[in-house]
């Protein structure tokens, strides 16, 4: 658009076109960053917001067609003029829906004052002080709006994420307590096996090289097999049950 300007005036409806482009990639913007949000506090803020910046869209337009010299008696100037009313109309109307208030209905009237002046016999005069007024009062509302809309969004996103940021916080410290929980068991068991395998491997050492040998040198020096009785056996009998059965 600067390299257009610099080699001449672009045709009005030409700048119209790129300026819309432009207020549309700002609000295609938007609604992509805030299409992954499905917040109940949060999305309400960006389908206000984007319609505004669809409203104040449409009034751009119209404000540099208006701006034409040849605007009154140009049918294509006058004609996109009233499509870009009734697309603000539109907006606006979608707007009030999503929040009654009174700028939007003072908004939707001077939408309908100016689309009733572009659509006025050619040769008429159009561009009034009451048209040229209306269009700074709307575009001013637009712009107040946007700037509210922008910042409650901004801090209601911020506030949301803190949010979550601190229940994603107590959820991790949840984890790690429970992990924890389960390595402070494994260790005890862990440690009560270890000592229960410490005296299994002390007693089988003890069978090994004091008792076995010991009864087998009873056995070779001819004594008998002492008799099994009830209950648990003496210690030093443990083994030789073993050697009765060859």
Same mark, same amino acid.
């Given at each position: 658009?600067r390299?257009?300007?610099?080699?001449?005036?672009?045709?009005?409806?030409?700048?119209?076109?790129r300026?819309?482009s432009?207020a549309?990639d700002?609000t295609?913007a938007v609604?992509?960053?805030?299409g992954?949000?499905?917040?109940?506090?949060?999305?309400?803020i960006a389908d206000?917001?984007t319609t505004?910046?669809?409203?104040?869209?449409?009034?751009t337009?119209?404000q540099?067609?208006?701006a034409a010299?040849?605007?009154?008696?140009s049918?294509e100037? =006058?004609?996109?003029?009233a499509e870009?009313? /009734? +697309?603000?109309?539109? !907006?606006i109307?979608?707007l009030? %829906?999503l929040?009654?208030?009174?700028?939007?209905?003072t908004l939707?009237?001077?939408?309908?004052a100016?689309?009733?002046a572009?659509?006025?016999?050619?040769?008429e005069p159009?561009?009034?002080?009451?048209l040229?007024?209306?269009m700074?009062s709307?575009?001013?509302?637009?712009?107040?709006?946007?700037?509210?809309?922008?910042?409650?969004l901004?801090s209601?996103?911020?506030?949301q994420?803190?949010a979550?940021r601190?229940?994603?916080l107590?959820?991790?410290?949840i984890?790690?307590?429970?992990v924890l929980a389960?390595l402070?068991?494994?260790?005890?068991?862990?440690?009560s096996?270890? =000592?229960?395998i410490?005296?299994?491997?002390? /007693? +089988?050492?003890?069978? !090994?090289r004091?008792q076995l040998p %010991?009864?087998?040198e009873?056995?070779?020096k001819?004594?008998?097999v002492?008799e099994?009785?009830p209950?648990?056996p003496?210690?030093?009998q443990t083994?030789?049950p073993l050697?009765s059965?060859?």
């Amino acid at each position: 658009v600067r390299d257009e300007i610099a080699a001449g005036a672009p045709p009005s409806v030409l700048l119209a076109q790129r300026a819309d482009s432009v207020a549309s990639d700002v609000t295609s913007a938007v609604t992509t960053s805030m299409g992954a949000v499905d917040d109940l506090d949060v999305r309400p803020i960006a389908d206000r917001l984007t319609t505004v910046l669809a409203a104040q869209r449409a009034l751009t337009t119209q404000q540099i067609l208006v701006a034409a010299p040849d605007f009154a008696n140009s049918v294509e100037l =006058r004609t996109g003029a009233a499509e870009s009313a /009734g +697309a603000e109309a539109a !907006a606006i109307d979608r707007l009030i %829906r999503l929040t009654p208030e009174a700028d939007a209905v003072t908004l939707r009237g001077q939408s309908d004052a100016r689309r009733a002046a572009y659509v006025r016999p050619l040769g008429e005069p159009v561009v009034t002080p009451e048209l040229t007024s209306s269009m700074e009062s709307s575009a001013n509302r637009y712009r107040v709006l946007a700037k509210e809309l922008a910042t409650d969004l901004q801090s209601t996103v911020q506030s949301q994420a803190i949010a979550l940021r601190a229940a994603a916080l107590r959820d991790t410290a949840i984890i790690l307590g429970a992990v924890l929980a389960a390595l402070a068991f494994a260790l005890g068991v862990g440690r009560s096996l270890i =000592r229960s395998i410490g005296r299994l491997r002390r /007693g +089988a050492l003890q069978v !090994a090289r004091v008792q076995l040998p %010991r009864e087998i040198e009873q056995l070779s020096k001819g004594a008998g097999v002492p008799e099994i009785g009830p209950g648990s056996p003496p210690e030093s009998q443990t083994i030789c049950p073993l050697f009765s059965q060859r």
